[in-house]
């Protein structure tokens, strides 16, 4: 019965595979040479800092002070985390549309889950094991307005009602400063594709 299975494989198929990884290689072997692979994984890394901050203090992490944005029933722990979650996803969603060389992007983000899971053992598996992410996703998806729908999940994932606006406010504002802080970054991390 064994030898009646064959697997075709075209002349054309395999010469088209062959030229497409000469072709990946080719685009790797550039990123490479001009620093581009090495600027996209310290990108990663700088990003995986991201936190929120209630301080006004900057101690060489990438944040975002929300204390005079967010109202203080958002400054609990449990709230702060979800905060940096939202914001974790902003950078690995960031990532995927502004950088255009799949490369590059595959390689900040990455960087940012290695050095997430190195030195935010416990955050990073929340994460990983959570279901936060995936509803950003969704939200992403859903094609409504974006910062809303961003919102209405976060207003969800802090365990309140979807609709309850003053969480999708909250939602809506750190998505748009997080933006704000990850864009600045892909902008000077000067990725020449």
Not at 49 to 55: E, I, K, Q, Y
Request: aromatic share 8%; hydrophobic share 45%.
């Amino acid at each position: 019965m064994a030898d009646d299975i064959r697997i075709y494989n075209s002349k054309k198929s395999l010469e088209d595979f062959a030229a497409n990884l000469s072709t990946d290689i080719e685009v790797l072997n550039t990123l490479r040479l001009n620093g581009d692979l090495l600027r996209a994984k310290e990108l990663g890394k700088r990003l995986a800092t991201l936190t929120p901050r209630l301080d006004g203090e900057n101690d060489g992490v990438l944040s975002v002070d929300f204390k005079k944005l967010l109202a203080p029933k958002f400054h609990s722990q449990d709230i702060l985390f979800q905060i940096r979650v939202l914001m974790i996803f902003a950078a690995e969603s960031l990532l995927q549309l502004e950088i255009t060389a799949p490369q590059l992007s595959t390689t900040a983000i990455n960087a940012m889950h290695d050095s997430l899971r190195k030195e935010s053992p416990a955050f990073y598996k929340n994460i990983s094991d959570g279901a936060a992410f995936t509803f950003y996703y969704l939200a992403l998806k859903k094609g409504g307005s974006l910062e809303s729908d961003i919102g209405e999940a976060f207003a969800m994932l802090c365990s309140v009602r979807k609709d309850n606006e003053s969480f999708v406010e909250a939602g809506r504002i750190i998505w748009k400063e997080s933006a704000a802080v990850i864009e600045n970054e892909i902008k000077n991390a000067q990725l020449s594709a």
